[in-house]
């Protein structure tokens, strides 16, 4: 299945704010209201679209094993 415009414009959003994080020196811990956002989109994603949402896992589990 493809995604709808409002999943792909989540998706836009979270990728954006994973450059901003890496190209800035993190001065606090995640969360807040992002962390709270990140986690409703996650939520969508993993209800309309399993596979997709867990390939992003694996990617994110790998870029976190690799550091970064």
Same mark, same amino acid.
């Given at each position: 299945?493809?995604?709808?415009?409002?999943?792909?414009?989540?998706?836009?959003?979270?990728? @954006?704010?994973?450059?901003? @994080?890496?190209?800035? *020196?993190?001065?606090?811990?995640?969360?807040?209201? /992002? +962390?709270? @956002?990140?986690?409703? *989109?996650?939520?969508?994603?993993?209800? +309309? /679209?399993?596979?997709? *949402? +867990? *390939?992003?896992?694996?990617?994110?589990?790998?870029? @976190?094993?690799? +550091?970064?």
């Amino acid at each position: 299945p493809q995604l709808g415009p409002e999943d792909r414009a989540l998706l836009e959003l979270a990728l @954006a704010d994973i450059r901003r @994080a890496l190209d800035t *020196a993190p001065t606090t811990a995640p969360g807040g209201e /992002h +962390g709270d @956002a990140l986690e409703g *989109a996650a939520v969508r994603l993993e209800a +309309g /679209h399993p596979g997709l *949402a +867990g *390939a992003i896992r694996s990617v994110i589990d790998a870029l @976190a094993k690799a +550091g970064i």
